[in-house]
């Protein structure tokens, strides 16, 4: 893919027109409904949409209007555009990116809060995880889709469960003395 539009978003929309034809509108919905991890607001998708058209990886199928309603284009996706995404999808699940989330770069200061103010914050992580957690388990058990359509949101789930395990035993040696901070009485 080319860098101008190699980002999460046309990735998405690549895939969704893969699936079928669709309007730009039809993609956010999917998206939203499927509870992907893309963010994306109207004017970003258009502006993929676009982007995508330029490089010659989606095309207009057809404008249909719906009574007063404004008229929408149908794109659906090119030769090019499969094999741009399929090409770009096989490098992304082969090779194994690092990436770099906030949230370790804070971890290694975990530290500078203090036993009492990092079981604070990691207790509060851990209730924000569990509602992920609730949140994604309704999703799944509410698709209405093949399984290979929603296997990323399977994915995220292992990702935060695995973090939520992680907190929580963070948690539990905070408590039980088994992690100390420099300069405590245990250490």
Excluded: C, K
Excluded at 8 to 15: D, E, F, M, T
């Amino acid at each position: 893919m080319a860098r101008s539009v190699d980002n999460p978003l046309a990735l998405a929309v690549l895939g969704l027109l893969l699936e079928r034809p669709m309007h730009p509108y039809e993609m956010g919905v999917v998206l939203r409904e499927r509870g992907t991890n893309v963010r994306t607001n109207r004017g970003s998708l258009y502006d993929v949409v676009a982007a995508l058209e330029r490089q010659g990886w989606a095309r207009a199928r057809e404008t249909v209007r719906d009574g007063t309603r404004p008229a929408r284009t149908v794109y659906e996706l090119t030769p090019g555009g499969r094999t741009a995404f399929t090409a770009r999808l096989d490098e992304l699940i082969r090779v194994p990116r690092q990436e770099y989330p906030v949230f370790l770069t804070a971890v290694a200061y975990l530290g500078a809060l203090g036993p009492e103010g990092a079981t604070a914050a990691l207790t509060e992580r851990a209730g924000r995880l569990r509602d992920d957690l609730a949140r994604l388990d309704t999703g799944l058990a509410e698709a209405d889709v093949p399984r290979l359509y929603v296997i990323e949101a399977e994915y995220a789930r292992a990702l935060v469960q695995a973090e939520l395990a992680w907190v929580e035993g963070v948690l539990t040696e905070i408590a039980d003395g088994t992690l100390t901070w420099p300069g405590s009485e245990e250490d």
